[in-house]
């Protein structure tokens, strides 16, 4: 079967906010400059805003920029077209430092105040807002494909020319089924890369490129860092909407462990709870589970009263990018740009995800415009986007906070003295602290004589994986080539075993792990492909560099409601 070829101007791969905000000022901008630019975007889940998921908090300032009438309801105001759906203004928020049994209020860092805007900041479903996004791009003649995933570059030279989406209707074994489309061939003088954290075709190029180099001379740049994100939808009935809770200390900081990381707990709307953890994964002991300490938060005074009665409605986990500033590749290249958390944009110390997803799709869209008025595409055009993202507001406030997330490596109250410390100079260090080993590297062998922590009790509203897990929408086709692979498929049941007891037992989020004897006596891991969350932590974390994820069947994956 002839693989079909389509030609646009833009492709964007990845309906995030940081894709739909450059798909559609592209076209915002092209009507208004006579270019009437097409614009193709996909997405690897079935429906736009499946895969996505964040806290999630939105200063709506950013949506003016993009779409100036975002608070009007558009003709016959019927769903998704009315007015941004966004929930509940932040109305009460609050700091806490936990102990085991008690919680501490802390005075709120005015970065983390989220009440300051002229608007006030709303707490919003990531993957709902995506959608209502969705919809006014295509009013703007966006064309939108879900279910399609981009596989491979397509390359002439070393300027990227499109991609090829993936084959759909194979089996396990890579033959044809019934019903088989082989993929498409899309070509375009500029794509722009809007994956999220660690897109498999963003870093294919990334690597391919070496656009995250850290031995360029004159120019220093750490590995990338990242965080292991859970979220739960709970229906929480006769709960007010506008709280906003952040906590640290317990379960993360105990004597002799400095895990860095936090909890969070909103009411978005009547009735409803969001609730989880993000952990940074340079933890260092592999017995540790995230998963586990995340239900261990739960238990505490100052949680659990707030889910009594309370019913699970969602679960989900993803990674996030955390190196910040330092940490950043090269933003564009021939023929492509990168944008939101796919070029690890995402400010940790202020909590600006969405905002700055948003934001660097409207400068990618206004450098895209620069670039067809002179049919000029190099990486030399393009690099302009680079400039204006370090020159923007937001870009300056990720170089103010370049040292904060290091200065937790010491533990959490030097990290908070530091943080003050960082905060009172404004940013202007005259250094910048480095990170020098990725989160894998991070991870000590096992000591033999160390016992791992005996897991909480599941109690309500305590979860195991599974239950938490049947609430992620989660769907794979049956008979479909698996997209998680072992490099080398001896090394888990030795060197992994021996040195590290398999931490991909405890660091995945959805148990798609499991380990087994052989009648011979050895030890094997066995992947369970249909229970991935698309996280990918397991690409991230694995010590011994093993775990290979790669994009699977357009469509697979899960669905999260209103997360």
């Not at 586990?292 to 659990?304: D, T």
């Not at 490099?487 to 660091?507: H, I, Q, S």
């Amino acid at each position: 079967m002839k693989t079909e070829t389509l030609t646009f101007d833009v492709i964007v791969v990845g309906a995030g906010p940081a894709g739909l905000a450059t798909a559609h000022h592209v076209r915002t901008l092209s009507q208004a400059h006579g270019l009437d630019l097409s614009v193709c975007l996909l997405d690897k889940a079935a429906r736009i805003g499946g895969h996505l998921l964040s806290g999630a908090l939105l200063d709506p300032r950013i949506l003016t920029t993009l779409i100036p009438d975002w608070a009007t309801p558009q003709p016959d105001n019927r769903p998704p077209l009315g007015p941004a759906p966004l929930d509940s203004p932040v109305l009460d928020e609050s700091l806490w430092f936990l102990t085991h049994r008690r919680a501490h209020a802390l005075p709120l860092p005015k970065a983390w105040r989220h009440d300051q805007s002229g608007l006030g900041c709303h707490m919003v479903s990531l993957g709902t807002l995506c959608r209502w996004l969705a919809h006014r791009a295509e009013q703007q003649g966006v064309e939108i494909f879900p279910g399609f995933a981009a596989v491979a570059p397509v390359w002439e030279g070393d300027q990227l020319v499109g991609i090829i989406s993936g084959d759909q209707g194979r089996d396990h074994t890579g033959q044809p089924k019934p019903g088989f489309q082989p993929g498409v061939i899309l070509r375009a003088p500029i794509t722009v890369l809007a994956e999220g954290c660690r897109g498999s075709l963003s870093g294919t190029i990334i690597r391919q490129l070496g656009l995250d180099r850290t031995d360029l001379p004159g120019q220093r740049r750490s590995p990338q860092r990242y965080a292991l994100g859970f979220k739960e939808l709970w229906e929480t009935p006769g709960s007010p909407p506008g709280a906003v809770l952040h906590t640290l200390g317990w379960p993360l900081e105990e004597p002799g462990q400095h895990r860095h990381g936090g909890g969070f707990l909103y009411q978005p709307r009547p009735n409803r709870t969001v609730l989880g953890m993000v952990i940074d994964l340079d933890y260092t002991d592999p017995r540790f589970d995230p998963f586990m300490a995340a239900q261990q938060w739960k238990s505490h005074p100052l949680i659990r009263p707030r889910l009594q009665s309370a019913r699970l409605l969602g679960y989900g986990a993803r990674t996030l990018a955390i190196g910040g500033w330092q940490s950043l590749p090269q933003l564009a290249f021939a023929g492509g740009l990168l944008v939101g958390d796919a070029a690890g944009l995402l400010n940790t110390a202020t909590l600006q995800g969405i905002g700055n997803a948003l934001a660097s799709g409207i400068l990618a869209a206004e450098t895209i415009i620069t670039a067809f008025a002179s049919q000029d595409f190099s990486a030399h055009t393009l690099h302009r986007y680079t400039e204006a993202v370090r020159q923007s507001s937001w870009g300056r406030a990720l170089h103010a906070v370049r040292n904060i997330r290091p200065g937790f490596r010491a533990g959490l109250w030097p990290g908070l003295l530091h943080a003050l410390w960082e905060k009172g100079v404004g940013g202007r260090s005259p250094w910048t602290l480095h990170w020098r080993q990725t989160d894998r590297e991070r991870l000590h062998p096992v000591d033999p004589l160390a016992k791992p922590l005996p897991p909480p009790r599941l109690v309500h509203p305590l979860l195991d994986r599974a239950t938490a897990l049947a609430g992620s929408g989660l769907h794979y086709t049956a008979n479909q080539p698996a997209h998680l692979h072992w490099r080398d498929p001896l090394l888990p049941p030795t060197a992994g075993y021996t040195r590290f007891d398999n931490p991909e037992l405890r660091f995945c989020p959805a148990g798609v792990f499991t380990r087994h004897t052989r009648s011979d006596g050895k030890i094997f891991l066995q992947m369970h492909a249909n229970h991935c969350l698309h996280c990918k932590c397991c690409d991230i974390k694995d010590p011994l560099d093993n775990v290979c994820w790669t994009a699977p069947e357009g469509g697979s994956g899960p669905d999260y409601q209103e997360m």
